[in-house]
T-cell receptor
Framework: EAQVTQNPRYLITVTGKKLTVTCSQN?????MSWYRQDPGLGLRQIYY???????DKGDVPEGYKVSRKEKRNFPLILESPSPNQTSLYFC?????????????????FGPGTRLTVL | QKEVEQNSGPLSVPEGAIASLNCTYS??????FFWYRQYSGKSPELIMF????GDKEDGRFTAQLNKASQYVSLLIRDSQPSDSATYLC???????????FGTGTRLLVSP
């Protein structure tokens, strides 16, 4: 069964305290991505990764870092969180797809991480 | 102009009716288009994708794409109360790298 796991699912922290949200997929897909979802703004892409050691900025990368040392894991790092990073975060993978010359046939979002920065 | 525009709704339809959800996009180079359903408090789930002009049908869902008009729609036939959710449209950009989401249309199907 396709699965994306995120940890933690809920986190309340304070400004400036570094944190990492982990993301792991079990389907061996190359493409992974992080999104944040805010009321009225919808889902916005933070970073994406086309493959191991290949990452690039999405639309709202400021204040975030990612790494892709192995295919299945794609952690999101907030070096110095601020209150404007309070949001619902989703990790996702995409399999197949026209971006790799084939039809996209699989895409799966993790359950989400609700982050509050005080 | 927003990159992806959707009417926020709510769109209210009675059970059994056809729900029509619309989306316009600004990137003329977009090649793939995705529709997601998101229940309140849950993660989005992919329900349809389309990349050729015309219609694509999958069960009760039909996606329609018109690249010349930069318009993509989703039709839900025989709407059920369980279809009540927010529907997100997301074109993939020209380089097949980034998904840009609309803010979604909330659909309410009444019994």
């Amino acid at each position: 069964e396709a699965q994306v796991t995120q940890n933690p699912r809920y986190l309340i922290t304070v400004t400036g305290k570094k944190l990492t949200v982990t993301c792991s997929q079990n389907m061996n897909h190359e493409y992974m991505s992080w999104y944040r979802q805010d009321p009225g703004l919808g889902l916005r892409q933070i970073y994406y990764s086309m493959n191991v050691e290949v990452t690039d900025k999405g639309d709202v990368p400021e204040g975030y870092k990612v790494s892709r040392k192995e295919k299945r894991n794609f952690p999101l790092i907030l070096e110095s969180p601020s209150p404007n990073q309070t949001s619902l975060y989703f990790c996702a993978y995409m399999g197949g797809g026209l971006l790799f010359g084939e039809e996209v046939n699989e895409q799966f979002f993790g359950p989400g991480t609700r982050l509050t920065v005080l | 102009q927003k990159e992806v525009e959707q009417n926020s709704g709510p769109l209210s339809v009675p059970e059994g009716a056809i729900a029509s959800l619309n989306c316009t996009y600004s990137d003329r180079g977009s090649q793939s288009f995705f529709w997601y359903r998101q229940y309140s408090g849950k993660s989005p789930e992919l329900i349809m994708f389309i990349y050729s002009n015309g219609d694509k049908e999958d069960g009760r869902f039909t996606a329609q794409l018109n690249k010349a008009s930069q318009y993509v729609s989703l039709l839900i036939r025989d709407s059920q109360p369980s279809d009540s959710a927010t529907y997100l449209c997301a074109p993939m950009n020209t380089g097949f790298q980034k998904l840009v989401f609309g803010t979604g249309t909330r659909l309410l199907v009444s019994p």
